[in-house]
């Protein structure tokens, strides 16, 4: 079994910094991408900022030059570092990974369960 533990997050002034990190546990076979998403009460969910294997790097066009996303294949953890904070950056973010399962020769989506993050104007 999969599982996905989140910390970081929580409140901020705009402007200001914070920090997710997410780390992948139990019985990995091969992590594909992991990423970063975000969704607000009443809109989908979106894709905040993702990170290949190889460590190629995709950002949203509302956070780039903003956040940057990091990843640390040994300790199968993604972090995003969020900078320049702004209160439209307020949202639940969730961390995700594509995980390869080469026994059973397929891909799956986990999901964390979300951290809150809000900023003040």
């Known amino acids: 079994q999969i599982q996905l533990v989140e910390s970081g997050g929580g409140l901020a002034q705009a402007g200001g910094s914070l920090r997710l990190s997410c780390t992948v546990t139990g019985s990995i076979f091969s992590l594909n991408a992991m990423g970063w998403y975000r969704q607000v009460p009443g809109k989908e969910r979106e894709l905040v900022a993702d990170s290949t294997r190889s460590g190629g790097a995709g950002y949203a066009a509302s956070v780039k030059d903003r956040f940057a996303i990091s990843r640390d294949n040994a300790k199968h953890t993604i972090t995003l570092q969020m900078n320049s904070l702004k209160p439209e950056d307020t949202a639940m973010y969730y961390c995700?990974?594509?995980?390869?399962?080469?026994?059973?020769?397929?891909?799956?989506?986990?999901w964390g369960q979300g951290t809150q993050v809000t900023v003040s104007s």
């Open positions: 995700a990974v594509d995980h390869w399962d080469g026994k059973a020769g397929s891909s799956s989506m986990y």
